[in-house]
């Protein structure tokens, strides 16, 4: 089992910038996708982002739109999450997620088999 750390977020305005970290811990992290996923209050989790095993092949959900990207560091069993131009309606909890099976690519919430505890995202107007 994976065990997955993330850090990175915080109160901030419209139209600045975060960057999320996630670190994992628990198996070889260089053989699995790596996704990111929120949630706001009373609404479902939803895709935000994924990079695949050797992060050449990132995947972004239609709202990021060139705002957020998503890189890894496989030296360092680590995940980011490089957001810009946040807007008030993203704020939420932010997830990192490991995917189940090794280098298997997918982008759903039941690829993935691990979740981090989240990172708080608020975005005020």
């Known amino acids: 089992q994976v065990q997955l750390v993330e850090s990175g977020g915080g109160l901030v305005q419209a139209g600045d910038s975060l960057r999320l970290s996630c670190v994992a811990s628990?198996?070889?992290?260089?053989?699995?996708?790596m996704g990111w996923f929120r949630q706001a209050p009373g609404k479902e989790r939803e895709f935000v982002a994924a990079?695949?095993?050797?992060?050449?092949?990132?995947r972004y959900a239609a709202f990021v739109k060139g705002r957020f990207t998503v890189s890894r560091d496989n030296a360092k069993n680590t995940l980011y999450l490089q957001m810009n131009l946040l807007k008030p309606e993203e704020t939420a909890v932010y997830y990192c997620?490991?995917?189940?099976?090794?280098?298997?690519?997918?982008?759903?919430?039941?690829?993935?088999?691990?979740w981090g505890q989240g990172t708080p995202v608020t975005v005020s107007s």
């Open positions: 997620a490991a995917g189940r099976s090794p280098y298997y690519y997918g982008t759903t919430s039941a690829d993935f088999g691990s």
């Open positions: 628990g198996r070889t992290f260089s053989m699995y996708t």
């Open positions: 990079v695949n095993y050797n992060g050449l092949a990132p």
